[in-house]
């Protein structure tokens, strides 16, 4: 993976705040002035309390909410340059992961998968070729046909993750992937988010488990009340690390037993 | 990321879509497809009794006429002259002679035994005015009176006429209840037809709501509007279809049992001319799929603006 480490050079950004601010119709302010920018093939946790803005950050990103005021540039585009109807194609460029699943609760694991790829006119052939190679990744391969209620809700989160994958976007959003599931199951969904990270994508994860992502030494991005009041892109952790010493690192200060990768 | 911006209508895939929906939907789409048969039954009933109403009103106000009487001793080129000056009349649409012969001839025919005993004919020389609208009966009436003029005959239209049928009052009666009923027939179809209306977009977008988060997630996914629409416009047509087919065969049921019996028992029933039986089911089979179907693609906006 080609990272340079160092100072964010604006066009190498995959994402981009400039001064972004948007406030909600009931008056809470839901990003004040935000500037911040993500380079290719990061691995960025957003954290901050309820309230905070990390959610509106994602919407903004996925265009579903629109700022008041500043500019946002995804790979160099400005989202305020895209129209209504292209919002759709520019967001299958982008996989979006959410604390409740949002998988459709009548069709199969396979099925679920299989609808990002119908929505982008892909043909049968390549849908059976991508499908269970993404839902291998994801460990979900005796599931295929299976509907979401038959499933943990750590499988669940996995289905989400393969459907977000299986375009192989280069932007990959989690919003609170791991707010609905126990300690050791957010565990495997970051090792799932990180591994899908270290094919090149970029990742954006918003969260407010601290006790995590102090132990993952990732750049962290704090917000508080719709403001960016962290932002430590230090050099603190190694980019490059395995997914297992990724994984190990996560387990450390619970227990230390090996893990199974 | 390859562009894919080809058109992509997949109209299998589609289909596909909507039979899984209705599969995985079942309760609601049921409800739709019950309101779209009731309806359309009540519609099915009602078009043919506005028709059977609406054609009464009109066969009653086609036979109004004025009836204009000639002197008895009027020659056959007055008149002829007569039925000229009548004819050039405003509104009137055809006038028919009857001469004192014909008439008598009618007359016997109804009533042999009355007319059997009369040695000369008493009848007059009869001109029959059809006006081209019943309502243009009375202003004929007065042209050929003479409007306004209450001395003894000479401003009538000809010398020759000796008087002009009086029913007034009948005719005026005629007109203010034949009216009455044409409006309320029609009131009540577009009532109907708004209440029709009004109830299938209610249900689908009742079935549509309890389909609103699996079609934030469609959109969430990248789906352009149109493919997350085209399988409910294709549901809303297959359900309008079905649902027009089930009412077709109720009515078709009950005409045959029913209405074909009576009719052929009594032939009052079958004399207004209604619409027939295939026109009938083809307006039906295109107003439920139209209805549904663009009630499916218009309800589902709201939805969509994620």
């Known amino acids: 993976m080609p990272n340079q480490p160092g100072p964010s050079a604006p066009n190498n950004a995959v994402i981009e705040f400039r001064g972004v601010s948007l406030r909600y119709d009931n008056g809470h302010a839901g990003l004040d002035q935000a500037t911040f920018a993500i380079e290719r093939s990061d691995f960025v946790f957003m954290i901050g309390s309820t309230g905070s803005g990390k959610s509106t950050v994602m919407r903004l990103l996925i265009k579903e909410l629109e700022p008041q005021d500043g500019v946002i540039r995804v790979a160099g585009r400005d989202l305020s340059s895209i129209p209504r109807k292209q919002v759709p194609f520019y967001r299958r460029n982008i996989g979006v992961v959410f604390q409740d699943f949002k998988l459709l609760p009548n069709r199969t694991v396979y099925d679920n998968v299989a609808y990002a790829l119908q929505v982008t006119g892909h043909s049968r052939r390549e849908i059976r070729e991508k499908v269970p190679d993404v839902l291998r990744l994801t460990g979900l391969s005796t599931k295929l046909h299976n509907y979401p209620d038959q499933l943990s809700g750590g499988e669940q989160q996995r289905v989400s993750i393969a459907r977000a994958f299986v375009n192989h976007p280069p932007l990959l959003l989690a919003d609170e992937p791991t707010g609905n599931l126990d300690p050791e199951t957010s565990i495997d969904i970051m090792r799932l988010l990180y591994r899908i990270n270290r094919t090149g994508t970029t990742v954006l994860v918003a969260t407010h488990d601290h006790a995590m992502v102090d132990k993952m030494r990732r750049r962290v991005l704090e917000l508080s009340q719709g403001r960016i009041v962290r932002d430590e892109a230090t050099g603190l952790y190694e980019r490059d690390e395995s997914t297992r010493e990724f994984v190990s690192r996560l387990r450390t200060g619970d227990d230390d037993r090996p893990d199974g990768i | ?306």
Request: one cysteine or more.
């Open chain 2, 1 to 306: 990321m390859k562009p894919n911006v080809k058109a992509n209508f997949n109209f299998a895939f589609f289909l596909r879509e909507s039979m899984r929906a209705m599969r995985r939907n079942a309760a609601p789409s049921f409800a739709a497809l019950a309101t779209v048969t009731v309806t359309l039954i009540v519609v099915g009933v009602f078009i043919p009794i506005v028709q059977a109403t609406r054609g009464a009103a009109d066969s009653v106000r086609a036979r109004v006429e004025v009836e204009v009487y000639a002197k008895e001793r009027a020659t056959p080129a007055a008149d002829a002259r007569i039925l000229a000056e009548l004819k050039a009349l405003p509104n009137v649409q055809k006038v028919v002679f009857e001469s004192k012969a014909q008439a008598l001839a009618a007359a016997k025919k109804q009533d042999p035994a009355a007319y059997a005993l009369l040695s000369s004919n008493p009848l007059p020389d009869t001109f029959h005015i059809y006006p081209s609208n019943a309502n243009d009966a009375l202003p004929i009436r007065q042209a050929i009176l003479g409007v306004g003029n209450k001395s003894d005959g000479h401003a009538k239209l000809d010398r020759e006429i000796a008087t002009v049928s009086n029913h007034t009052d009948d005719t005026q009666k005629l007109l203010t209840v034949t009216r009455f009923v044409t409006i309320t027939a029609a009131l009540l179809a577009a009532l109907l037809t708004i209440a029709s209306v009004l109830l299938i977009g209610n249900t689908i977008r009742l079935s549509l709501f309890a389909r609103r988060r699996e079609i934030e997630v469609m959109k969430l996914v990248g789906a352009t509007d149109w493919f997350i629409r085209w399988p409910f416009v294709i549901e809303g047509t297959i359900v309008g279809a079905l649902g027009a087919v089930g009412a077709i065969v109720v009515l078709g049921v009950t005409k045959l049992a029913l209405l074909d019996p009576l009719a052929s028992n009594w032939t009052l029933i079958a004399a207004p001319r209604t619409i027939s039986f295939i026109s009938l089911v083809l307006v039906l089979v295109l107003s439920g799929v139209c209805v549904s179907a663009l009630g499916s693609g218009m309800s589902l906006r709201r939805f969509l603006r994620v």
